[in-house]
């Protein structure tokens, strides 16, 4: 019988993200925003105290309609040649999914805070991880779905259309 030695290693530390619980807008997550440098990201309303901090530690907080948003992103494309994935979509059940995420979704965001200093400039932002969608709001598009169907019981009945 032969006898094998192990060392016994301690466990590697599991490392737990920050997640942030809040409202989506403009959620770029399995698809790429291409509308300049190809970028992962969502526009995430939380609460001002929130933002405060955030804004208070140097992250991007855009002020919207809506109320403050904390920009969370990942660029594509990374240093030589690197093409980073896109960040994990999931359910309430921590199911993968693949949908695009409409304006006004509950969602959580895991993310990950980063520093770099380029020739003396300190750069900070917050790597967008994973989404979990709470409460969706189905994404149509903006192609002219946002009409409500008009009885024709109104009021205008009367009213002719007439062309300009």
């Not at 190809?38 to 907080?61: C, H, K, M």
């Not at 304006?103 to 520093?115: A, I, R, T």
């Amino acid at each position: 019988m032969m006898l094998r030695w192990t060392r016994n290693q301690p466990a590697k530390e599991k490392i737990d993200m920050p997640i942030l619980e809040g409202t989506a807008y403009w959620a770029s997550v399995t698809t790429p925003n291409v509308n300049y440098e190809p970028v992962y990201t969502v526009n995430l309303i939380v609460d001002s105290e929130v933002a405060s901090d955030f804004e208070d530690r140097g992250f991007t907080v855009k002020q919207m309609n809506e109320g403050p948003a904390v920009v969370i992103k990942r660029k594509v494309n990374g240093p030589n040649g690197m093409v980073r994935r896109a960040p994990r979509l999931l359910d309430r059940k921590k199911d993968s999914i693949d949908i695009r995420i409409g304006n006004g979704s509950k969602v959580k965001v895991q993310y990950k805070e980063w520093e770099s200093v380029y020739r003396g400039q300190t750069f900070k932002g917050l790597d967008f991880m994973a989404m979990q969608v709470l409460a969706l709001v189905e994404y149509n598009g903006g192609g002219g779905d946002e009409f409500d169907i008009e009885d024709d019981d109104d009021d205008n009945d009367n009213e002719e259309l007439t062309e300009l």
